[in-house]
């Protein structure tokens, strides 16, 4: 059973950074894309990004030229790199592992909790 485990989330001021780790229990495969969701109270799951092996990324509107994604395959890390935090992104950051072709999947981490104060 792959676990994503997450880390790096905290309390921070608006305009303050943040960096959040997923790191995968087994290996991140060429075809897995990597992806960042978070929810705020009261509110559905959001993409927030996502990467291919390929480094092509996708990111929310809400977050592009404050957010960075990035992946170390050989390390089985996802990173999330947040700069420019507003309050509006507090919400519970959670790390994703999906596969779209055969043999489909889709893991999630546990969450860690973001804050940013006005």
């Known amino acids: 059973q792959v676990q994503l485990v997450e880390s790096g989330g905290g309390l921070v001021q608006a305009g303050g950074s943040l960096r959040l780790s997923c790191a995968a229990s087994?290996?991140?495969?060429?075809?897995?894309?990597m992806g960042w969701y978070r929810q705020a109270p009261g509110k559905q799951r959001e993409l927030v990004a996502a990467?291919?092996?390929?480094?092509?990324?996708n990111y929310a509107d809400s977050v592009k030229g404050r957010f960075t994604i990035s992946r170390d395959d050989a390390k089985n890390t996802v990173y999330l790199q947040m700069n420019s935090l507003k309050p509006e992104d507090t919400a519970v950051y959670y790390c994703?592992?999906?596969?779209?072709?055969?043999?489909?999947?889709?893991?999630w981490g546990q969450g860690t909790q973001v804050t940013v104060s006005s």
């Open positions: 994703n592992k999906e596969r779209k072709s055969y043999p489909k999947y889709n893991y």
């Open positions: 087994g290996r991140i495969f060429s075809l897995d894309v």
């Open positions: 990467i291919t092996s390929g480094g092509s990324t």
